[in-house]
């Protein structure tokens, strides 16, 4: 059994670009892909945050590189993309997970702000499938993971631009898993739940609206972030061979919930 299934999901040797890899989700998927065996190319806006996760891949006997990514900048993909090549080879699998979050009300959010979210999130999951998933389709292989959300629909209250971004995710991974998908690219996203950083609890998430949350979630709990990467390692691999196009909701049941 255990051969069967690790022949299932072998990801060994693959080689793994993960944006937004510096953060709370990301950092935790791309140190999962360290311990399946990938090569593991951590990219952030933030470089000293990049390099330290991807230090803890290494220091795991793992391999890993950081690099600085401006998921809004085509060409900073481009470079990003050549450096992994050099590194490591062809790219087999990409994590969209760049992306931030406001709290600011409706009517006081300006364009600017607006627009910075949109940016960061659909935008740049737009630029890494159009750069990452090129050589992808042009090797006529390759897995994408994009980061989708509860909040693609129906919308959670007071994160606007953030919700707005995630339903265009989910649109995207639809259409690119069709186009290409006699080509050889699989194109999915996950779902996630509730699993607050230290910036959601502090800005969005009060007592009330935690109760509102729990009370919406049949598990009564928040999600861990380890609980995100059976998921994603699926997704990854060849075990999910027939899977493209799809959204898998990990959040606790959040998103069957009625009354």
Known sequence: MSKFVEKLFNLEGRVVAITGGGGHLC???????????????VLDIRPEKSEAVAAQIRDRGGYAIGLALDATSKSSFETALESINREFGVLDIAVNGAGTNSSTPFFEMDLK????????QITSTFLGCQVFGRQMVE?????????????????LSRAFPYSVAKAG?????????????????????????FFPTDWNRKNFI??????????????????????????????????????TGAEIAVDGGFSAMTI
């Open 139 to 155: 090797k006529r292989s390759g897995s994408i993971i994009n980061i989708s959300s509860a909040s693609a629909g129906p919308p």
């Open 206 to 243: 009060t007592a009330e609206r935690e109760a509102s949350i729990l009370g919406h979630t049949p598990m009564g709990r928040y999600g861990e972030v380890s609980e995100l990467v059976g998921a994603m390692i699926w997704l990854a691999s060849d075990a999910a061979g027939f899977v």
């Open 169 to 193: 995710i989910k649109n995207l991974t639809q259409n690119l898993g069709r186009e290409w998908a006699k080509v050889g690219v699989r194109v999915n996203a996950i779902r996630p739940g």
């Open 113 to 120: 702000e607006w627009q910075a979210v949109i940016d960061s």
């Open 27 to 41: 950092g935790e998927m791309a140190r999962a892909f360290g311990e399946a065996g990938c090569k593991v190319a």
